[in-house]
């Protein structure tokens, strides 16, 4: 049986050490989570996987890790500060807050495309639709408002002197910015990416479902910097990139599907989501922006430095295009493991939970267990320090080894290496498989190879 909703996935992270509510003993802070022992472990994983194949396996990716706060002409010239807000509406009965937009595309099973409307004609298609509150059932909205989505914190040079500073809200900022010190140092020819992992803030107005939206996250987002002519290749090219990179991380691609954008921003060429099907329906996994020269351009015309590019070969000077790839890592971490849990039935009157990650990302990629403590312990603990100079292991001599095996199904470990007498004295430790449930006997010396052999990306 898969995961069928994400109060019950919370529930288990929470029972297993993946993540915990954010502040927990304060009675929580709502929306915010804390990873815990074994998620910090599957979302590093995924950071590091992502990174691997977009900028390690990439000859023309560099990577940077750009400031969270910036100056705030950044957010000017990329146009945050006059237009990053959602249109907010509250229900006067209940006292909810809702999304207007989100309200007429629910209503309208995604027909009507709310992002191009004004607020006064999302209030007319709430009115004449009669769109009830979903929460009381109530018909008495206030009038819809934009909503700044941007978290704001001073910063105080003179004592009494107060500058706004905007925490960001996109890590891509910090790759535009930063194109013509990596062009120049990394003596990089254009086309060519700069990559970045980090923090992003919004201040959003319905934060919710678990780890889906969140007012603080981690962005995996890159920018490929191209000639105008080359644009939509790049566009085309990473939008199967993308697609591949979340199947081969072990999401089903039957559960995958792509959203083109009809409608886009004035400046955008195109514009393509990938979806996953959540617990809660399809959602957006990533995006894939063709974004025309709209960043490079505002950020000349606002630092006064041009950011262009002259082709050494054919000596044209131009403003490179913007092809943009994002991807929340806390969300691909939702989607993971929603899609790797299972409940199962072993035997007659036995089943476990087990996380069918892909050895890869993988919290744990083996579990060390003594079979019988008094006698094995000494040993195990020798397998244990071998095998935790190569990869993230785990020991445990408490319980019975069926009690273990489940407790290492439970988060996901993909091998269980046993020590036994055997061990003492020929040196071969028994190997668990947690898929199959198999178990083949290896030399200590073994393992691993054979464990490194199946978590090669
Ligand atoms: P949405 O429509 O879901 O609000 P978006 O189109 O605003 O997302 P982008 O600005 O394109 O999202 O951000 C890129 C990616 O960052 C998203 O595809 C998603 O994976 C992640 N992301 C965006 N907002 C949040 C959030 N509040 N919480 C968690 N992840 C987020």
């Known amino acids: 049986m898969s995961v069928d909703s994400l109060n019950k996935i919370r ?9 915990f509510p954010g502040s927990e003993i304060y009675d929580g802070f709502a929306n915010t989570w804390d990873f815990g022992p074994v998620g910090v472990e599957l979302k590093n994983n995924i950071k590091k996987a992502w990174w691997k194949r977009f900028v390690q396996e990439d000859m023309n990716t560099y990577g940077v890790d750009a400031g969270i706060l910036m100056n705030p002409r950044v957010w000017e010239a990329s146009g945050h500060v006059d ?79 107060k500058d706004t500073v905007y925490l960001r809200p996109e890590t891509c900022q910090g790759e535009y910015v930063n194109f013509a010190n990596v062009q120049r140092t990394a003596r990089a020819k254009v086309p060519f990416a700069i990559a970045q992992i980090g923090k992003s803030f919004r201040n959003e107005i319905t934060p919710g479902n678990f780890l889906f939206r969140t007012i603080e996250f981690e962005q995996m987002e890159l920018q490929k910097f191209c000639h105008e002519k080359d644009g939509m290749t790049f566009f085309d090219d990473y939008k199967k990139r993308a697609m591949d990179f979340v199947a081969d991380l072990g999401l089903d691609r039957e559960k995958l599907r792509y959203h083109d954008h009809d409608k886009l921003a004035h400046y955008a060429k195109a514009a393509c989501d990938i979806q996953y099907k959540f617990p809660i329906g399809w959602e957006e996994l990533n995006g894939i922006h063709h974004r025309g020269t709209w960043d490079l351009s505002r950020h000349s015309e606002f630092s006064g430095k041009k950011l262009e590019y002259q082709d050494p070969e054919t000596n044209e000077k131009y403003t490179p295009n913007v092809i943009e790839y994002s991807i929340g890592a806390d969300r691909l971490t939702l989607a993971i493991l929603c899609e790797a849990y299972n409940e199962e039935k072993v035997l007659e009157d036995d089943t476990r939970e087990v996380m069918h990650f892909n050895p890869v990302i993988a919290p744990y990629k083996v579990a060390v267990l003594p079979l019988a403590k008094k006698y094995h312990s000494e040993k195990a603990i020798e397998v244990y320090h071998k095998l935790s100079k190569c990869f993230m292991t785990t020991y445990d001599e408490s319980g019975s080894i069926g009690k273990r095996y489940r407790r290492s199904d439970a988060i996901g470990t993909p091998w269980c290496i046993t020590v036994d007498n055997e061990t003492i004295n020929n040196g071969t430790v028994t190997v668990r498989d947690r898929d199959t449930m198999e178990q083949i006997t290896l030399k200590i010396d073994e393992v691993v190879d054979y464990v490194q052999k199946r978590i090669d990306f």
């Open 11 to 19: 529930e288990y992270c929470r029972q297993y050490g993946f993540i």
């Open 83 to 161: 237009s990053f807000s959602d249109p907010k509406m509250d229900c006067k009965k209940c006292k909810q807050r809702f999304r207007a937009d989100n309200m007429i595309e629910e209503h309208s099973a995604g027909k009507v495309a709310a992002e191009g409307m004004t607020n006064e004609e999302m209030e007319g298609y709430i009115r004449d639709n009669h769109i009830v509150c979903p929460n009381c059932g109530g018909f008495d909205w206030s009038e819809i408002k934009q909503f700044k989505l941007m978290f704001e914190t001073s910063r105080g040079t003179v004592e009494g002197a």
